[in-house]
């Protein structure tokens, strides 16, 4: 615990940190809330999953603009204008599903959630990193070990709250959560502004033929850096598993009539990420270690399928595998070379993995009422290849 109590003394940075994590409980709250809300109000997974998943891709896409203009203005001016423009997508969200509005208008609403994502967790690595720069390897480490202990946490707290709204409240009323958690944590966080970065005046977005040149603008960046293309890549595949959780747990404790613990399940994934996110500081093994383990879960995962304790099992064996991963990828963006936008490349692992939970959702939701092994093996299948692809990396 030193190690963690170590890094917390430095310019109050447990108060950005607590802040952020509560900013991102909307991460684990808004696709499940939506998701069920949707399943129950137009009663299909498809609709639920195409809108859903869309809305993910359509925010991965958006992300790094987003985190391009907060190094270019600050994070506290494009923070709070897109953290409010978001939570009132949600809210007309709410009351148009209570109104059983036409789903087109729903759509509308959700795209205001995507297109005006905030990065928290990107932006709290970022004042890590700045407060941070000149102390030794071993404290960043340490700091993105907490950030992603904080990232399991919410995957424990979120679900649970959501499902207990969904089925003790109304569907419709599940998007409070996180509704609730953009606007306070990420009021918290934004008007901290001791640990603000300096804004980049010097970042520019050419829109003119040129724009692919200029290697001040994000896609450029990004498009110069295979290191970074290929950690994208290898992370989508691997996160495809988180996209497909909820759906799976969902059909799994219907079929076997303990419905009570799906929230539970998906908790327990998160409390054993969290485990493994608080040992990585001293255990520092690499990809190697972290892939197998994933492989072994991964490869069980359509046997389990017909047993809620083995799936809650199998579950948490992935779990403690691929919450290091995210660790480690951090670890990669955080030694890249000079790099002009450093918030767009730490926002690069979110963006990983909305698109990843997208593959997952998409696979699932078109899957899941033919045949539940069916669409386990998918996944099963996608995160192999995922596991294969990282491996064959030299990160």
């Not at 940075?13 to 709250?29: D, H, I, Q, T």
């Not at 609730?180 to 980049?200: A, C, E, R």
């Not at 994934?269 to 994933?294: A, H, M």
């Not at 078109?366 to 099963?380: E, G, K, M, V």
């Amino acid at each position: 615990m030193e190690r963690y109590k170590s890094i917390l003394k430095y310019q109050s940075s447990w108060k950005f940190s607590l802040a952020g994590a509560l900013a991102r409980l909307s991460f684990s709250s808004t696709l499940l809330a939506l998701l069920y809300t949707i399943k129950h109000i137009y009663n299909s997974w498809v609709l639920a999953s195409i809108i859903s998943g869309s809305m993910l891709i359509i925010s991965s896409i958006m992300t790094p603009l987003t985190a391009f203009l907060i190094d270019k203005y600050s994070q506290n001016l494009i923070g709070f204008l897109f953290t409010y423009l978001k939570v009132s997508g949600m809210i007309a969200i709410i009351i148009l599903c209570n109104y059983q509005a036409p789903l087109f208008f729903v759509t509308l609403a959700a795209s205001l959630i995507c297109f005006f994502s905030v990065p928290y967790g990107s932006m709290v690595r970022r004042r890590w990193n700045l407060i941070l720069k000149n102390q030794s390897k071993d404290k960043i480490n340490t700091a993105f070990a907490l950030e992603n202990t904080f990232d399991n946490l919410i995957y424990i707290i979120g679900p649970i709250l959501v499902t207990t709204i969904i089925y003790c409240v109304a569907p419709q009323l599940a998007l409070l959560v996180p509704a609730l958690s953009n606007f306070l944590g990420g009021t918290l966080l934004l008007i901290q502004k001791s640990t603000q970065p300096p804004k980049n005046k010097n970042l520019t977005f050419n829109l003119s033929v040129n724009f692919i040149k200029n290697k001040w603008n994000p896609i450029y960046q990004i498009k110069n850096n295979s290191k970074q293309i290929k950690l994208v890549s290898c992370l989508i595949l691997l996160f495809s598993f988180y996209g497909s959780l909820d759906i799976l747990a969902r059909h799994i404790t219907i079929l076997e009539g303990t419905t009570y613990l799906n929230g539970t399940i998906i908790s327990t994934v998160s409390i054993f990420g969290i485990l493994s996110s608080f040992l990585y500081p001293y255990l520092k093994k690499g990809w190697g270690l972290y892939c197998t383990i994933f492989a072994l879960g991964i490869i069980f995962l359509p046997l389990s399928c017909q047993n809620t304790y083995l799936f809650w099992l199998d579950g948490a064996i992935c779990g403690f595998a691929l919450s290091p991963i995210y660790i480690l990828a951090d670890l990669i963006i955080n030694k890249l070379p000079k790099q002009q936008n450093k918030t767009l490349n730490f926002s690069l692992i979110g963006v990983a993995n909305s698109l990843g939970n997208a593959l997952g959702i998409y696979i699932i939701g078109f899957t899941i009422d033919t045949n539940i092994t069916i669409a386990a093996s998918s996944i099963s299948l996608i995160c192999l290849i995922g596991i294969i692809y990282t491996r064959q990396q030299k990160f």
